[in-house]
RNA sequence: CGGGGUGUAGCUCAGCCUGGUAGAGCGCUACUUUCGGGAGGUAGAAGUCGGAGGUUCGAAUCCUCUCACCCCGACCA
């Protein structure tokens, strides 16, 4: 490509309010323009690094036995009322009217589509397993897009659905595209790691995260220093807690006035943080719920939301633990409350604690020396509900827990028979039986992970792309192209060359000066610089700089070619 | 949905408090001098001041309503 004949629309401004490096460069390398919230045109330039993205993703899902198909972006009402998601998805699900009055929705994902489409091609258990797949633009109405194409609302995902007889089957594929992925974003030359996750909304047994490692990050993911265990906080536990200690200490009300945190309390009273209990009151199903996790220690909500009768929890508010407890949040605890009225769910730690601190329920006021059995019942339930933090004992026993943050792109489920069996997707199996299939789903966030590269992968002066995404590997840079015929002619020949030697190369024949042209093919991320001048031409050789380099060096034509191999 | 903020030229913003009929930088057009790290000069095009209503002799500026966008929170592949 010639950049003169190429619409390059890098600007030097950006808003105030782009905020995280990706969407910041993607706006200065002009890859991108917005229209409305999480809603943007990819302009040639972005366009360019999508479709180098997607035909990765593609490649590898066609050589691990998928097949590409397309579904219809949106979508009829009457199946996702079949698997009840048209209620429970929420408001992320974009609903829309045709002039018939008809509902519909534009697609967040496909598994109803997908479903039906099965249980009316698929008969069999002969014709399985199969796995098909489309890179389409899907939607989801986002409480709050952000963070340019990170957070869309309408982004392009790849999204594949197997289906099989047996679990066995759905184990083996499931193993097959976690590999799969595993080469995608090899490929692709990012840091990123699998690790375990929660079903989510989507359903099922077993699930990863492929996360692209990044400061910037949304999720957080906890690994162990010591061996593979690697999941999402929301998932991730520490190594059980060993057997309660004696109790040693009378239980005493000790005055805290204006201490309402775990950490003041602690400190006032000149112990260890790890010896007070904090506690969240919420309110589920069944009503009033304590929730206690040691005072360093927070909720995990997900983990909270799987006790039975917390699926749908609130916090509580002010009035309601007033009603319950008897004292505003501060200087809350399970002693003394009234267990008809007062469900007490106890962190496995917290369980395990002796001659703890909590709050009195009276302002200004802690009890210290607390141990459960003797100054108030066992707790009516005891369970992993606290988040994962650095230097917790890794689960498998081996190491300690890191935290890091990273950036989600790709998500295997297991999703069983979830959706079959809403749908009535059957097969006959070898003894003649109706069966319903098992399934899996496999997403990759293909526009999130353009922003990932570049998170991973930028400097002061730009974005650095990986090889494999770069919009062209390499830029041929003319300088003052209109003083001298001979230095165009070599350069438009350079460049015939490395692009007939199958090394995708960019022409920078736009005429502009140095300094403007280099920031350009910087700021884009072009891996590999040539530029031809007077001063090369007259050496016989190119002046080279490679995108991470400090300095150009001079090298002959063989020199060069043989480095960009 | 709760709290906060912003809408003025293609872009980034100033002007608003204290009302008098709109500015800067970048970009763009033409000419010119430049020409190896975002050049300089000259001339120029370009804005119903998000929208509606109100107050006023007069509104970008004050008031009301409304829309859009952004931030924090709750939520989320």
Redesign the pocket.
Known sequence: MRLSKFHLA??????????IASHRLM??AGMLR??????YTWSPLGFKVLKKVEAVVREEMDRAGALELAMPTIQPRELWDETGRWQKF???LLKIKDRKEAEYCYG??AEEVITDFARSELKSYKQLPVNFYQITP?F?D??????G????RE???K?AYSFHVDEASLGREYDNMYATYARIFTRLGLAFRAVA??????GGSRSH?FQVLADSG??AIAFSDASDYAANV?LASALAPGPRAAAREAMREVPTPGKATCADVAALLGIDIRRTVKSVCVVGENGFVLALVRGDHDVN??KL?KIPGLAEY??ANEQEIIAALGAKPGYLGPVGADRKKVRVIADREVAAMADFVVGANKADFHIAGVNWGRDLPEPDAVADIRKAIEGDLSPDGKGRLKIARGI????V?ALGTKYSEAMGATVLDTDGKNRPMQMGCY??????IVAAAIEQNHDD??IVWPEPMAPWRMAV?V??P??DAKINEAASALYGELNAAGIETCLDDR?????????????IGIPH?V???????AASTF?Y?GRRDAE?RNLTREELFARLG
């Open positions: 890098t600007v030097k401004e950006v808003p105030a309010d782009a905020e706006l200065r917005k229209h409305a919230a999480g809603l929420g408001g992320q967040p994902t899907k989801r986002e409480i709050r897009p952000r963070f194409v990170m957070r869309a982004f392009l995902m999204d996750a929660d079903t989510g909304a989507i995260e949304e999720d929301e909500e997900v939301q609130r916090l989600e792109v790709g998500h489920f997403g990759i966030g293909v526009s999130r002066a730009g840079c300088i003052n209109k003083n005429g502009l000066r140095p300094g403007a042209m280099f920031a350009d093919i910087e700021l610089r530029v031809v001048s007077e001063r090369g031409l002046e700089r150009s």
